[in-house]
Nanobody
Framework: QVQLVESGGGLVQPGDSLRLSCAAS????????LGWFRQAPGKEREFVAG????????SYAGSVKGRFTVSRDTTKNTVSLQMNSLKAEDTAVYYC????????????WGQGTQVTVSS
C-alpha cells in the first residue's frame, strides 16, 4: 500500500524559507512522478512542482518558479520542496502526490501539511 507522508509545514513570515518533505513508501517508485500541490481556502487545488524518480524531468508552476526547488532522494525515498522568499499568497495546505509517469492523473495523495505565511 502506497503511503505519502508530508512534514515540515508551519507559520513563517513573508520572505522566510521553509522546506517540506514527503516520505514515500509501499512500493518502488522507479517510473513514477512525485508532485507537490497546494490548496488555499476557497480555491481549487493547484500544481506547484513535480519531479520524476530518475530526476531528469522537473516542472514548476509559474507562480513559484525561481523561488521553489523540488528534489528527491532515492536512497531515503523522499521528495522535498524548498520554498524561499515566501509570500502571503503561498499560504495553503500542501500535498504530496504520486503517479506513474505518463499517467494523466495522480493516484496517490498524502494528508497535507499547512503552510501559513503571515506577518
Amino acid at each position: 500500500q502506497v503511503q505519502l507522508v508530508e512534514s515540515g509545514g508551519g507559520l513563517v513570515q513573508p520572505g522566510d524559507s521553509l522546506r517540506l518533505s514527503c516520505a514515500a513508501s509501499g512500493r518502488t517508485f522507479s517510473g513514477y512522478v512525485l508532485g507537490w500541490f497546494r490548496q488555499a481556502p476557497g480555491k481549487e487545488r493547484e500544481f506547484v512542482a513535480g519531479i520524476n524518480w530518475s530526476g531528469n524531468w522537473i516542472s514548476y508552476a509559474g507562480s513559484v518558479k525561481g523561488r521553489f526547488t523540488v528534489s528527491r532522494d532515492t536512497t531515503k525515498n523522499t521528495v522535498s520542496l524548498q520554498m524561499n522568499s515566501l509570500k502571503a499568497e503561498d499560504t495553503a495546505v500542501y500535498y504530496c502526490a504520486g503517479k506513474l509517469s505518463g499517467a494523466l492523473a495522480y493516484d496517490y495523495w498524502g494528508q497535507g501539511t499547512q503552510v501559513t505565511v503571515s506577518s
